[in-house]
């Protein structure tokens, strides 16, 4: 038990906390009735996202990937650069997600009033009968 | 280098410059936006074409990114399936924005700048997930379609703004599982390019993370092609968008979205993957079933033509999901493999294509939105009712229409898988019988039921005067609709006579499909 408690729980920590943070903004998406809570909910899951392939990446001990061919020669170990490249095009496109919701959000509040999804819904039915 | 070479380049180039060049003329004209964009879509089906060509005469076309040989650079591969996916795309694109000019005007009057800008950039993600290579960048043309897609979807305002968040709430979790996926994928491969991964992959299927990413992937394809459980965000956001983003939506993003699963399962992944180590096709063909199923029943339910219609498009795009989920088992030359499912996806293109446009102009013409309201309506809009039952009865099945050779295909097909699979002969017969009921419904309305200002005076010889929409509205609507029998025909004389449809048996050949035997 306490082997494996090392082994896979302490040793891939990183691995742990993303799978967590994903679980949160999930049922943060899911449960909450607040839109703006529901936008939240979904950076927290991209977030964690992005911390899992930033994880991947890095080395211990590793070093900046600007190297040259002595300081490999001398066994500098440096960290896997793609990752974050991946990520910063990934932040990119969560930052305009999260744009167009939350403007979508403002104009609901001016059409409805109220950012609460149930209340929208309400509404909406009294308007359709 | 030939210059047919660079055009999978060209294609997502001048269709993004097009957009920034709308959002700068727009300031200054609004009437040009319409022409850029009209211009550019024309530009691109044209080049869509050659690819196509070129792609059957001489072979799969390469291109990488400033130089850079794959897997350090990135690669653009166009082969049959992305040539044939691509210009059904460009096609549906050309003959909305067409529709779009007198539409938009009528009904965002204020906003045809912007509408312009998205719906181009809207195009430039289409083709963009289409001609691209690498997994990554399938990625990010995946959020550029669906971002474009949500702010279109919302500029009519009220409801369609609750509509969009739905939309974007869930497309964006699908596109953040995929996006998991790639990197499980590069976790354990340390590459992004999709032919690299198909040679480095095959040593690593009994590894936990590989088949993990392969169900991510499953999972976030199938929210965005608002496959049967998945479909909520659907019948709300299909029916409160424009028209003619309706028809884009439910005509080919979703389509697109099944590319990319295809193009994931048998590019990234192989046969040997899906039939050996996560056997998930059985799965999906009964999760399509009930979705055939439940969507016609829900769409009989629906009292408004274009929710009506978002519903048709869950149990059609079960068709097409059933299709893929039966190739895995069918080694049949003409039935076999992706055909009835690569068939039915151009099909639906061009049926739903039309019903959405029609609709479109039945809400132009006169804020017609239910389908009691369509009343005699035959009388006064003689060739648009024409184009919506033509397109009806193809969805329906009638021969020699295109439904009705997908829906001979795929029940071919599942004769041929054998076993339990037969059932969905007895599915697709039964979701036949649920079209009629609804689509007659609409027709009898228009054709049997008399208008309501006629009912005193109907046995006097005052006629009812012909209200058609424009010319530029009408032309669009009737040419889908013709399609929808001269490609059902085309169906039905090619590939019986030449033994083959050649796009289709490429694609076929180039997954190991139709031939398989395990």
């Not at chain 1, 969560?94 to 001016?110: D, F, P, Q, R, S």
């Not at chain 2, 049959?80 to 050309?94: E, R």
């Not at chain 2, 017969?429 to 309501?452: A, C, D, P, Q």
């Not at chain 2, 669009?476 to 050649?502: H, K, R």
């Amino acid at each position: 038990m306490m082997e494996w408690l090392i082994e896979e729980l302490f040793a891939k920590y990183n691995y742990w906390i993303s799978i967590v943070l994903m679980l949160i903004g999930f049922y943060a998406m899911i449960a909450k009735d607040n839109l703006i809570k529901k936008i939240i909910g979904l950076n927290i899951f991209q977030t964690a996202i992005f911390l899992f392939y930033i994880s991947l990446g890095d080395i211990t001990g590793g070093t900046e990937p600007i190297v040259s061919e002595e300081m490999i020669a001398q066994g500098y170990v440096y960290v896997n650069p793609l990752p974050h490249v991946l990520i910063l095009t990934a932040i990119v496109v969560g930052v305009a997600t999260t744009a167009v919701a939350l403007a979508l959000v403002i104009l609901m509040y001016e059409e409805y009033g109220t950012i609460e999804e149930s209340e929208i819904i309400e509404l909406e039915r009294e308007r359709g009968a | 280098m030939l210059i047919v070479e660079h055009l999978p380049v060209l294609l997502i180039v001048i269709s993004m410059l097009a957009a920034f060049t709308i959002l700068i003329v727009g300031w200054w004209n609004k009437k040009t936006s319409f022409f850029i964009s009209f211009a550019t879509i024309l530009v691109q089906f044209v080049m869509s074409i050659f690819i196509l060509r070129h792609v059957m005469t001489v072979g799969t076309i390469y291109y990488w990114f400033g130089g850079w040989a794959p897997p350090w650079g990135i690669e653009y591969v166009i082969d049959a399936l992305n040539a044939y996916v691509l210009v059904i795309l460009l096609a549906l694109s050309l003959i909305c924005v067409t529709y779009s000019k007198r539409s938009i005007e009528h009904e965002l009057p204020d906003k045809i700048v912007s509408f312009y800008a998205l719906f181009q950039l809207l195009v430039t993600g289409l083709c963009g997930v289409t001609v691209t290579g690498d997994i990554f960048n399938m990625y990010v043309f995946v959020e550029i379609f669906s971002l474009a897609a949500y702010a279109l979807i919302a500029s009519r305002g009220k409801i369609a703004l609750k509509a969009s968040f739905t939309y974007l709430v869930l497309g964006a979790l699908g596109a953040c599982f995929f996006l998991l996926g790639i990197g499980f994928l590069y976790s354990v491969t340390g590459t992004l390019n999709m032919h690299d991964l198909s040679i480095l992959l095959p040593p690593l299927y009994g590894n936990r993370v590989v088949q993990a990413a392969f169900v991510f992937f499953t999972v976030g394809l199938c929210v965005k092609m608002a496959l049967f459980p998945v479909h909520t965000w659907l019948p709300d956001a299909h029916s409160f968008a424009p028209s003619e983003i309706s028809a884009m939506l439910s005509g080919i993003i979703i389509e697109v979205s099944t590319y990319a699963f295809i193009r994931v399962c048998f590019s990234v992944y192989s046969l040997e993957f899906i039939i050996e180590y996560v056997p998930i096709f059985d799965f999906l063909c009964l999760v399509a079933g009930l979705g055939i199923i439940i969507g016609s029943v829900l769409a009989i339910a629906q009292y408004n033509l274009k929710r009506m219609l978002a519903y048709s498009s869950v149990s059609q795009m079960g068709y097409i999901m059933l299709a893929v989920g039966l190739s895995v088992s069918t080694h049949h030359a003409l039935w076999g493999g992706l055909t009835p499912a690569l068939m039915h996806i151009l099909n639906h293109a061009l049926m739903k294509g039309c019903l959405f446009l029609v609709a479109g102009a039945f809400i132009y013409k006169a804020e017609l939105w239910n389908i009691s309201d369509l009343q005699g309506l035959a009388k006064k809009m003689p060739y648009t009712c024409a184009a919506f039952t033509l397109a009806a009865i193809s969805m329906i099945g009638v021969p020699p229409s295109v439904g009705f050779v997908s829906k001979v295909y795929i029940i071919l097909a599942c004769l041929d898988a054998g076993g339990w699979k037969i059932i969905f002969v007895a599915v697709l017969l039964l979701s036949t019988l649920l079209n009629l009921v609804y689509f007659w419904r609409v027709i009898e309305m228009m054709y049997m039921k008399r208008g309501e200002g006629e009912e005193g005076h109907s046995h006097s010889s005052s006629p009812v005067k012909v209200d058609e929409i424009p010319l530029s509205m009408l032309i669009p609507v009737l040419t889908l609709a013709i399609l929808c029998i001269v490609v059902g025909i085309i169906w039905l004389m090619e590939i019986p006579i030449i033994g083959s449809f050649p796009i289709l048996d490429r694609v076929n050949e180039l997954f190991g499909l139709g031939v398989y035997a395990p």
